[in-house]
């Protein structure tokens, strides 16, 4: 099942800081609700969010794809020495099949 | 027996030792009295003092391990225990209910809260407050606050620690309850120990409201 801010993200359709737009809160028993709407939005209901599961799993999935490309990618460092000792034709190769290797939904 | 005045005139008693005429105990003034000691007096204990010093000293730790999902306030609240390894509370000691925590009296207390997390990936942020309500939990506020942050450094978890504290005058021990809250940029693991404090807090009463 997704998670509530993934739901609001595709709701709202935008980047949303969590710290300000949106609180959620959970009072320790494992439920997460909104806590504050600070957004000019109209508050979603629960069936308006619960609509949007399918599109919340696919960007929770996706956000796991481009976690493994970064770990696969390696740091800044890496990827220079990379570059440095195989050239860029190489480098871009092995950045294409990673991204092949593990594509978005 | 009736209260005798002795010298009223110059409010002044001069002897060596003053002790109780019958049994072992001896009482200076009455409730409401007080009982005053001039600059550059001192007063060298030799024997035992009681109800003087620190009268409440707590301390808990979580002992199951909680998961926090991203960009959610949550309620530290996994078996909360009192320290029992070679530890013990001084007074009465908090009560705990669902991660709620009630004062014992009222006063000045000092509250210092640690905690560490792990998480498999990078997060820019993670919290960890110490919050209080002054209306018996209807409403908390953040009365301290930390941050850290976790750059993944290896395949596996990658482990990150904060601590913060405050001092909380509880005016009120029937209404202020106090409770912490962790939050951060992606979900992560809240670490916890049964035979240690690798999250928790330790609470000091300083002294009378």
Redesign the interface.
Known sequence: MA???SKIIKYLNRE?D??KDV???????GV?YI?EWNVAEAQPTDEQLDALEAEATTLENNYQVI?TRK?LYGSTAEQLEYIVENGVDSFIAKQNQIKTDNPKE | MANVEIDGVNSKVYTDQVDPKTGTTLTLGTSGDTVSIPSGVTIANSGTATGFGIAEVDNWRISATQS???????????SWERNDTNSDKIGTGLTES??VFTFPSTGIYLISYQQNIARS?DSRYFTGSIMLSTNSGVAYSIVARSYTNIT?VA?SQTSSGLCTSCTIDVTDASTFRLRFET?G?EAYDLRAESTYQITGFYCIKLGDT
């Open positions: 998670k509530l801010n949303v969590f710290r609180l959620l809160q959970d009072d320790g028993d997460v806590k976690n770990k | 926090i999902s991203a960009d959610t306030g949550t309620v530290v609240n996994s669902s991660g990936g993944q395949s939050d940029d």
